[in-house]
């Protein structure tokens, strides 16, 4: 597949508003960006710039006003809810800032639920989640619930979470945000690894430079619209 000439990820004329009263207030206009299959992107911004709602709209979490989201060949702006719902099964994993993890399951039976919605046999999902958090370096914490994991280990957990079906994208919506600055570094150098050794493909908003500075691309929002990054010190460096 030549990916410079066939993006996995198409977006063209994006816009995206919300009613807030009797106001129409714009998040994103004109949005026009593509993605290649196994890029690490970081999509960065000030708070308000509308990072999230364009993450979102990537996921096919919320629809858009205007505009097309090809991925994977599929116009996932012309899926209805319920195709979209299906869609978002099968091709998208997610990494939240507060792990969303299930504290009453242990780390196996965390990333083993997306593959309750597969026609897999308990014994295969649990071999996929074996796999999974082998993948993070957790084989040996399977059996922990998360009170009993660091948040570093929580955060790996649900990334074998989102890579145990094999999505087509990974979106993280600041993955570190809630990490010390060490654990943030391995979560950081997991994420490199499943795009650069495993060909995933990443989407990650975050506020941090030092976390965007590991990803391979970075794009930048302001008040709605992708414009030029600016000017980034690193004097503070993982």
Not at 59 to 72: E, F, P, R, S, W
Not at 92 to 114: D, M, S
Not at 120 to 131: D, F, G, N, V
């Amino acid at each position: 597949m030549n990916r410079e000439s066939s993006p996995l990820v198409q977006i063209k004329d994006l816009n995206k508003s919300y009613r807030r009263g009797s106001q129409i207030i714009p998040v994103l206009e004109n949005i026009v960006l593509d993605i290649n299959e196994g890029d690490f992107l970081a999509l960065m911004g000030p708070s308000g710039s509308g990072k999230s709602t364009l993450l979102n709209l990537i996921a096919g979490l919320d629809q858009v006003d205007g505009g097309t989201i090809k991925i994977g060949g599929v116009e996932i702006t012309s899926l209805s809810e319920s195709e979209l719902a299906e869609w978002r099964a099968g091709n998208v994993g997610f990494i939240f800032q507060f792990y969303n993890l299930i504290p009453v399951l242990t780390a196996l039976e965390n990333v083993e639920l997306p593959l309750l919605l597969t026609g897999l046999t308990r014994k295969e999902r649990q071999e996929h989640a074996a796999l999974a958090l082998e993948l993070v370096s957790l084989h040996d914490r399977m059996d922990h619930y998360p009170r009993q994991l660091s948040g570093g280990q929580q955060q790996r957990v649900a990334i074998a979470r989102a890579v145990v079906t094999d999505p087509t994208i990974l979106v993280a919506d600041e993955p570190t945000g809630d990490l010390d600055r060490t654990s943030a570094e391995e979560v950081l150098q997991l994420m490199d690894r499943l795009s650069g050794d495993l060909g995933k493909t990443i989407i990650m908003v975050t506020h941090d430079p030092r976390a965007a500075q590991k990803a391979r691309t970075m794009r930048y929002l302001d008040k709605g619209v992708l414009a030029d990054a600016p000017e980034i010190s690193f004097t503070e460096r993982f």
